[in-house]
């Protein structure tokens, strides 16, 4: 999947999940915009379940969850490795 794929799947579960402007900054803090810790863990489970995929524990560190990008970023990394498995 395309990083642009990926980042527009992103936003679409950030748009339901927070509520956020479509046209969201993807550098921008996702605390700013209403992410909590509750809110983070029910985006990890709308992620696992949008991508068909399990992330891995240490993948779940809440740096990895303070923007679009370092989502995409995370996501990217976590399919490459299971295609490549």
Request: zero cysteines; a negative charge; aromatic letters at 2%.
């Amino acid at each position: 999947m395309q990083r642009s794929e990926l980042r527009s799947a992103v936003v679409e579960v950030l748009v339901r999940l927070l509520k956020v402007a479509p046209d969201i900054d993807p550098a921008a803090d996702l605390a700013d915009h209403g992410l909590t810790s509750l809110e983070s863990v029910s985006l990890v489970l709308m992620l696992e379940d949008r991508f068909d995929i399990d992330l891995p524990d240490h993948a779940l560190m809440l740096d990895n969850f303070t923007s679009v990008d370092k989502i995409v970023d995370l996501l990217n990394s976590h399919l490459e490795a299971e295609a490549q498995a």
